[in-house]
């Protein structure tokens, strides 16, 4: 999604300035002269909600991707107990982002990633039980 709002500022002859670090995050800065403020804070908006979601996705909690990738290569390692400790880690690491969103954001802004993160940790606790 980013590299298709790069390449559409690049089209409309726009000028992609550089990367510049936001968040632990990276994002293309545009020159913004021209266009309208609630354009350009969108288009920021879009591109943080889209590279934000996609790393989250990368952790290593079950079902996301980071965790079915964990599980590949744990249960590739030991194919006995892999699975155990890809769940193990999915509920280490779930907790840890739940607990991070509200210490770091706040009750109010770190809610949804808590709720999110804090189920899963109960689903991967639950799966962990039947292990």
């Known amino acids: 999604?980013?590299?298709?709002?790069?390449?559409?500022?690049?089209a409309s002859g726009r000028r992609v300035?550089?990367?510049?670090?936001?968040?632990?995050?990276?994002?293309?800065?545009?020159d913004p002269h021209g266009l309208p403020p609630l354009?350009?804070?969108f288009l920021y908006d879009l591109l943080f909600v889209t590279i934000a979601y996609g790393?989250?996705?990368?952790?290593?909690?079950?079902?996301?991707?980071?965790?079915?990738i964990a599980r590949s290569v744990l249960t590739r390692i030991d194919p006995?107990?892999?699975?155990?400790?890809?769940?193990?880690?999915?509920?280490?690491?779930?907790?840890l982002v739940a607990v991070a969103a509200v210490a770091k954001l706040g009750l109010s802004n770190g809610l949804f990633l808590a709720l999110l993160f804090g189920w899963l940790a109960v689903n991967n606790y639950q799966a962990?039980?039947?292990q």
């Open 39 to 41: 354009f350009a804070e």
């Open 1 to 10: 999604m980013a590299g298709a709002i790069v390449a559409a500022l690049l």
């Open 80 to 95: 006995r107990g892999g699975l155990r400790k890809a769940l193990v880690l999915s509920v280490v690491v779930a907790v």
């Open 55 to 68: 790393i989250l996705n990368l952790l290593p909690v079950l079902p996301l991707d980071g965790g079915q």
């Open 17 to 30: 300035i550089m990367l510049v670090p936001f968040w632990p995050l990276m994002f293309p800065v545009f």
């Open 128 to 130: 962990l039980q039947y």
